[in-house]
């Protein structure tokens, strides 16, 4: 009798199969590679590639995105106004007609500091370097314009020109903020934050009152805060019984049916029976906190860099360099004093009382083109 035994090499046939799929693989990676063979190729190259679509949305979108932001700050800007006049006036006014007259007297001073500068620094150009003149100091050329490339100057990929001073493109301005703007830029935001901090302050108690406190006084029933203890009558002997039965301490009912004189309603009792100035109130207080903390913080950080006569984009090109050279100093660092006078203007006998604390649309010293530096300060230099 024969035996039929199979005879299946397991190993040779997975060794067989696992060489083949290598040798598959191996064969479409050379295809691919040598379809997209660059020389070029780095990591640079890699990232800038995987970064196009990023700067395609940039290119193409953030000038409709700038739009759309000028908007919505009007749009808020508007209303935290309006609400302040309608919600605020009468509520002040009920409690003082002399301190309302201050209040409305510095807050439209306020106002008006917000809208020039908002106004001014979307209008007025950043400045770029003009084509075809001679610039005796061009540090570099730029690659983008193929044109030379004045000192402080840079490339704005959102503008696709070159800027002056420049500082960083803002889609809130829809403008970016270099030599001829930034004054402009910086003081709205001074303003601006003077402005949320004013209607929080003015706006405190109200919004406690409405927000927590929650007391219509009786305009909504039932909406009052809670009595804290037990409700209590005094009987004809004069001894306090307490009132078990809830019927016999009825709010609605209890001041009027005893004929008790019914204190007159407050503004802020008003206003949290008003559904919508009582939406209004939580609307301000949500926009003027949350304002507060982002340009607060915006506003801290662009003043310390005027402090050091630096740009944005300076602090993050000197902060790069001072880790490598330890005794690296900005050339254009005049000393605090000196650096916040040639960011405001504040040469040639122009005043902090006519020049930062009212609108003036005076422009910085120089051209924007060459800059003095500590190492070349001439006699006329202010
Ligand atoms: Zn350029
Ligand atoms: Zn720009």
Redesign the pocket.
């Known amino acids: 009798m024969v035996v039929i035994t199979w005879n299946f090499r397991y190993r040779v046939f997975f060794r067989k199969l696992r060489d083949h799929i290598q040798w598959q693989f191996s064969q479409t990676l050379l295809t691919l590679r040598s379809l997209t063979y660059n020389e070029h190729m780095s990591q640079n190259y890699a990232i800038d590639i995987l970064l196009e679509p990023i700067f395609w949305i940039v290119d193409n979108f953030a000038k409709y995105l700038g739009k759309v932001f000028v908007f919505c700050v009007s749009v808020l800007t508007t209303a935290v106004v309006i609400i302040a006049y309608w919600v605020g006036l009468p509520y002040w006014w009920e409690r003082s007609p002399k301190t309302t007259i201050f209040l409305i007297i510095f807050g439209n001073w306020l106002l008006l500091n917000i809208i020039f500068h908002y106004y001014m620094g979307i209008v007025t150009s950043p400045g770029n370097p003009p084509h075809g003149a001679m610039i005796t100091e061009a540090a570099s050329i730029c690659k983008k314009c193929i044109s030379p490339k004045p000192p402080r100057t840079h490339h704005?990929s959102?503008?696709d020109k070159c800027?002056l001073n420049m500082d960083h493109?803002c889609p809130w301005l829809n403008n970016?903020v270099g030599y001829y703007n930034a004054r402009y830029f910086y003081l709205y935001m001074v303003y601006m934050v003077a402005g949320v901090t004013f209607v929080i302050v003015a706006g405190i108690d109200l919004g406690y009152q409405v927000l927590w406190v929650n007391d219509t006084g009786g305009i909504i029933p039932n909406n009052d805060p809670d009595l804290i203890g037990h409700p209590l009558r005094m009987n004809q002997s004069g001894i306090l019984v307490p009132v078990k039965v809830i019927d016999e301490y009825d709010s609605e009912h209890f001041p009027r049916e005893h004929d008790l004189t019914v204190p007159p309603f407050t503004e802020a009792q008003r206003i949290t029976a008003h559904p919508w100035k009582r939406k209004a109130v939580l609307f301000m207080a949500i926009i003027c906190v949350s304002v507060l903390f982002a340009l607060g913080t915006l506003t801290v950080s662009h003043g310390r860099n005027i402090s050091r006569g630096e740009t944005s984009i300076e602090s993050h090109i000197n902060m790069r360099i001072r880790k490598s050279q330890p005794n690296f100093k900005n050339p254009y660092d005049f000393g605090r004093k000196k650096n916040w006078r040639l960011f405001l203007g504040l040469i040639q006998g122009r005043t902090f009382l006519r020049h930062v604390l009212l609108p003036s649309s005076h422009k910085p010293a120089g051209t924007g083109l060459s800059w003095h530096s500590v190492h070349n300060t001439i006699e006329d230099w202010p």
Do not use: E, L
Request: aromatic letters at 0%; glycine letters at 0%; proline letters at 0%.
């Open positions: 704005c959102v503008c800027i493109h970016c």
